[in-house]
């Protein structure tokens, strides 16, 4: 935006003052961060279907909230792929897991109030697994959890120290409410 200063920048994030006209009719400012180059990600809703449907799943250590993080597999889109493709090879990387895309949703905002950062949610069925080829900085573990009990398994890892990332959260609750 034409209002932007940057206040800070690094490797994977820019901080942003923006410039706006409040719900009051006054002028306002709102820090925000941004990602190089308007990259955006991918979430990966991946299913193994036997013996019993589960959801793929990885943990890993992350720095801001200084614990380990139970999410769905994800990563950054590169130049000239589709959310398809990412979602595809992002899943191999991190898990080993191939499969088929089912669907793919429109780009949605996680947090809005902070980040600008858009993610394209992609559904995949799993075919078949690999050996996982991560990164050498990523220290990922890779697990299922069968859909059924779902949030039941996440309070469970919750109790024992693990952290839950919010869309997975609201995911087995929505699972569990249309379940009642």
Not at 54 to 61: A, E, G, I, R, T
Request: charged content about 25%; proline content about 6%.
């Amino acid at each position: 935006m034409n209002n932007d200063k940057v206040i800070g920048n690094g490797r994977w994030l820019k901080l942003i003052e923006r410039q706006f006209i409040d719900a009051t009719g006054k002028p306002n400012t709102w820090e925000l961060a941004q990602r190089p180059n308007d990259q955006r990600a991918v979430c990966i809703f991946a299913i193994v279907g036997e013996p019993t449907p589960s959801l793929v799943l990885v943990k890993q250590f992350r720095v801001p909230v200084g614990a380990h993080v139970v999410e769905f597999p994800a990563g950054l889109i590169d130049a000239g792929e589709t959310a398809e493709v990412t979602a595809l090879r992002e899943l191999a990387e991190e898990t080993g897991y191939q499969g088929d895309v089912v669907s793919s949703g429109p780009f949605t905002y996680n947090s809005p109030g902070m980040t600008d950062e858009s993610v394209a949610y992609v559904r995949v069925n799993v075919t078949s697994q690999e050996a996982a080829s991560p990164t050498a900085d990523e220290q990922i573990e890779v697990f299922t959890l069968p859909l059924k009990g779902l949030l039941d398994g996440l309070r469970g890892l919750e109790s024992g120290g693990t952290k839950v990332d919010a869309k997975l959260w609201f995911f087995a609750e929505a699972l569990e409410f249309n379940r009642a």
